[in-house]
């Protein structure tokens, strides 16, 4: 079967759903998280911590945008990149947001500055702990759910409410 025949035509896909894919890496050196806090002048998430990562590039998969994000975001170099999970995100516009979800540890600690945001070395027992940081709505459901152990890849679908509040629903493990 050729590339003309997988159904990704304009006419085939004109009434379907489409997403825009993306990563999200949660970077670990022994006991600390790597996590941005967004800059102010960011359209998404002004001032929230978020992990690092971004859009994929037409001719990436999700292992090596995330790679190629982690190196951009921060300068480092990763090693024991695992798949997480996927959340399938509809903020209620035509086109949504499929997010591949890794972690990865760091082989050192020292990162460049980004015009993303700022890098913030914190403590993962810490950040799992609080309630007062100013994470991305979603982290404080995803970040135990990677970080437990026995923790297995997961299959989430967000969208939010009429309260403009998250709903994260994942998918039963079989």
Not at 10 to 25: D, E, F, K, N, Y
Request: aromatic share 8%; proline share 5%; charged share 25%.
């Amino acid at each position: 079967m050729g590339a003309k025949d997988q159904g990704a035509d304009s006419q085939a896909t004109q009434q379907r759903w489409q997403v825009v894919p993306r990563t999200l890496c949660f970077v670990t050196h022994g006991e600390d998280i790597l996590l941005m806090k967004r800059g102010p002048h960011k359209r998404i998430f002004p001032g929230y911590y978020n992990g690092l990562g971004g859009h994929l590039e037409r001719d990436e998969d999700p292992l090596t945008g995330a790679i190629r994000e982690i190196k951009e975001e921060s300068g480092l170099t990763v090693k024991n990149v695992q798949f997480c999970g996927s959340t399938h995100v509809d903020a209620g516009q035509d086109t949504g947001i499929l997010l591949y979800i890794f972690k990865a540890e760091a082989t050192t600690r020292e990162v460049i500055e980004s015009d993303e945001g700022t890098l913030h070395w914190l403590s993962l027992a810490e950040v799992l702990s609080r309630d007062d940081l100013l994470l991305v709505e979603d982290l404080p459901i995803v970040l135990p759910m990677i970080f437990r152990d026995g923790a297995i890849p997961f299959f989430a679908f967000v969208s939010y409410d009429e309260n403009d509040q998250i709903l994260f629903r994942v998918a039963p493990s079989i």
